[in-house]
């Protein structure tokens, strides 16, 4: 069973200054090291160095889950090359982090379809959500070759093939607990560094009532204090979920 429904209809019983969840879309690493002369892969390994210094300060600021897009299902149409530099890194990172993960007491997960994974990938990415599975501080998902789209896809082939019956009266409640991420709240506030503004098919159901911030840094310089000033914008936000301000007011505890 889910421990957080995964539903847009749910309001969050507590929302606070600090986001319990956040998710990243990490843009802008090889147009980061093309501004510096640099081969794209380079932006790459920097950025893998400003997830592992992103994660710590949002650890150390009380968020209890951290989501990333590290690789897209639209990813595999990049050079060849570029594709396979990003394999190898990503099968390298697992090979040299997870024993700081498990010293620093943070769960990994990995979302995404792995069957274009190569065994030896799959392999590592199994053997870290079990050395971590015990940890209880910060969970740390990295979405790879995941596409929202096929998330909701997924969760319903799932779905059906477990309750054929719910077929004609599918709900909501149903679906989250097959979507890839039904162990977590939806994100509060959702991040995308690089100067675009859209989503590109990353947790399109659990973004439904996200806070959206754009930054145009690219993203092997967005820092602490970049997550500062995003966690700034955040805290001046009205978080609604439907409703109207005045019931915000009329629902906020006496300060007398």
């Not at 932006?43 to 997830?51: A, D, N, S, Y």
């Not at 024993?99 to 979302?111: A, F, G, P």
């Not at 754009?214 to 092997?220: E, G, Q, Y």
Request: proline share 5%; charged share 25%; with cysteine.
């Amino acid at each position: 069973m889910a421990l957080f429904s995964s539903t847009t209809r749910a309001v969050p019983e507590e929302i606070g200054p600090v986001p319990r969840h956040i998710a990243i879309i990490m843009d802008g690493n090889g147009r980061w090291a093309k501004k510096r002369l640099m081969p794209r892969v380079f932006g790459h390994k920097k950025g893998v160095e400003t997830l592992r210094d992103v994660v710590r300060a949002c650890d150390e600021l009380g968020v209890r889950f951290v989501t990333v897009f590290a690789f897209s299902s639209e990813n595999w149409r990049r050079p060849p090359d570029e594709v396979s530099f990003l394999m190898g890194l990503f099968l390298q990172a697992l090979q040299t982090e997870v024993e700081k993960m498990k010293r620093n007491n943070i769960r990994l997960k990995i979302i995404g379809d792995r069957a274009r994974f190569s065994p030896e990938l799959v392999m590592l990415i199994e053997a870290a959500e079990a050395g971590t599975a015990g940890n209880d501080g910060l969970t740390l998902t990295v979405a790879a070759d995941y596409g929202g789209r096929w998330d909701i896809m997924n969760a319903t082939r799932q779905l059906l093939a477990a309750n054929p019956a719910c077929a004609t009266s599918l709900t909501e409640e149903d679906l989250a607990p097959y979507l890839a991420m039904a162990y977590a709240p939806e994100p509060d506030l959702f991040i995308r560094t690089g100067g675009e503004q859209r989503i590109s098919n990353f947790l399109i159901w659990q973004l439904a009532y996200t806070e959206l911030y754009f930054t145009d840094l690219a993203w092997p310089d967005f820092d602490r204090t970049a997550l500062l000033q995003a966690l700034s914008w955040y805290q001046g936000r009205e978080r609604r979920f439907g409703r109207i301000s005045e019931q915000l007011s009329s629902e906020a505890p006496d300060q007398a």
